[in-house]
């Protein structure tokens, strides 16, 4: 019998002084057994710092045509394409054909991540960023992360300060081109 997903509850207060966005958002978040506790914060992360209205989590890694996160409008058009973690150039392709706009989030390596991708096809890849954070940051912080975990997450020109469950960390967010 297959294990199936573990509940994780969020309780997220965002102020994203760049962007103009200060939002409590409650979160519940599926964790699929196959899926790290790394995995899990960055896709938590890349939803915070995405955040607008019409965004939602998806199936995520047991899906295998969707992304992590989308952003419809108010009809139900795809407006934009997250990713999470190392996905390959066909995807980014496919979403930069079905949505205006693409991200992806990586809690690894971006230049290996990049250089993967090099001599691939990926439409608008110039205009696809790839964001990342300081080494050893969405590592450090997962360890932390329990059933209920209560998150303070401040952008200010594009550095990060969380506070997760009482313990701070911080980080730059650091943005290259996927092509």
């Not at 360890?143 to 300060?161: D, F, G, K, Q």
């Amino acid at each position: 019998m297959a294990a199936g997903a573990t509940i994780h509850t969020f309780t997220v207060t965002l102020a994203d002084v760049d962007r103009g966005v200060y939002e409590d958002l409650p979160l519940r978040v599926a964790r699929h057994p196959s899926e790290t506790d790394v995995y899990m914060l960055t896709r938590v992360l890349a939803y915070a710092l995405e955040y607008e209205e019409g965004i939602a989590f998806t199936e995520g890694i047991s899906s295998t045509d969707e992304p992590a996160i989308v952003v419809r409008d108010a009809t139900g058009a795809l407006t934009a394409w997250i990713e999470v973690g190392a996905p390959d150039a066909a995807r980014l392709y496919e979403g930069s054909m079905k949505a205006g706009r693409v991200a992806v989030y990586t809690h690894r390596d971006p230049g290996k991540l990049v250089a993967a991708w090099e001599g691939k096809r990926i439409h608008r890849g110039s205009e696809i960023p790839v964001y990342s954070f300081d080494r050893g940051f969405v590592e450090a912080a997962s360890a932390i992360i329990e059933r209920r975990t209560t998150m303070s997450l401040s952008v200010t020109e594009r550095h990060l300060y969380l506070e997760l469950n009482g313990q701070t960390f911080s980080s730059d967010i650091h943005s290259v081109p996927a092509a």
